[in-house]
């Protein structure tokens, strides 16, 4: 059975909130939940679903397309399901799109022109697919730790741990965040549109088109998910904590990871920590088809995003973590991450769940 992950309760930190009183006069407006999409864009991303049709890297010439008529690879189904998604529940509730990290560039405008489907589904170069036949390139981080795709580990050496960002080595319900020199695996790429129930007429435009925009099957802006790089489970869950808490900037690197100082935050938070309503529903849903590759522990990252959570009106507002595991992931590493971020525990509340191609994918992700 696929649960209804976009069918989210209110948040249980709502317990001494108007959202629950037995008077019906007290209720607030209604507030759209909010769902970050952390979409994996690894290169075993080009790896074929119609498994009859499955060559070395990805798909032989030949594989049914999917139902937006594209060549059936984990990535490509991504792409078709994220777009039905969006197409379906946008208006309903809030999304915003995450991806690894690095960052596609250098893009001609026009359709997809694929690298890697050949006859016998080899990839030149490896496994992997950023669109150099659009001439698109890929670029990671500025100094990158370890394997480059994985991001990098913003730092303020010489200043007080109380200038940073959120990860400032904090012990908070029980939990410790990490100190600065924190895992940035993920890339914001669509920010979530606000939800102001506090001032309805500032309401933002809608950013469905932009989301869009990222699984149409074309490169224009240099706008497409792609498949190339490792895989920073840990990385993508403290980027999208960072990113509700207090924003993301997209040149954080050693050393100027600071309140004072730093880069501009280029992705605010959608969180007004004043206005906005503690029984506001905050999701991250990550879709992976691998396990951690960057050396992480994500299901402490989901821990720390469920107990540690963002403040609104001074109280501790949970951001729980859905898990898809598609294809090629291994199910218990997966509902480790699943159990700790519905809960904040270790007690099997909750599983990940399982898909193997477009139509499983959108369905765990409706």
Known sequence: MVAPLLVT????????????????????????????????????????TDLANAGTDTCKTGATANSCGLTPTRLNDAKCAVRHTVQAFSGEVNFGLA??????????????????????????????EHYSGNGCSVSDFANPDGTASCGNSPD????????AQ?????????????????????NIVVDMLQDPTWSPTTSPPSNTSLLLEWVDNKTDNSHEI????????????????????????SAWTDGNYCAAGGPTIDHPSPIDATNDRVCRSLNVILVTDGDETCGGTPANAAQALNTVGVLIQGTRVPVKTYVIGFAGATKSSLDAIADRGD????????????????????????
């Open 226 to 249: 792609f498949a190339d790089g490792s895989t920073p489970l840990e990385g993508i869950l403290r980027t999208a904590h960072q990113y509700y808490a207090a924003g993301w900037s």
């Open 343 to 366: 809960d904040g525990l270790a007690n099997s509340s909750a599983t990940s769940f399982t898909a193997n191609n477009e139509v499983t994918l959108a369905q765990s992700l409706s």
């Open 99 to 128: 991806t690894y990290a690095r960052v596609l560039h250098g893009c001609n405008a026009g359709t997809v022109i694929p690298t890697c489907t050949t006859a016998n589904g080899a990839c030149t170069g490896g496994q992997a």
């Open 166 to 186: 959120i990860y400032n080595a904090q012990t908070i319900n029980g939990i410790t965040l990490p100190a600065d020199n924190w895992q940035n695996g993920g």
């Open 9 to 48: 309760g209110e948040s249980r930190a709502q317990s001494t909130d108007v959202c629950r009183s037995p008077d019906p006069t007290k209720w607030p407006a209604s507030s759209k939940p909010y769902f970050m999409l952390a979409i994996d864009t690894s290169g075993s991303m080009v790896s074929c």
């Open 156 to 163: 303020c050496p010489g200043r007080s741990s109380n200038n």
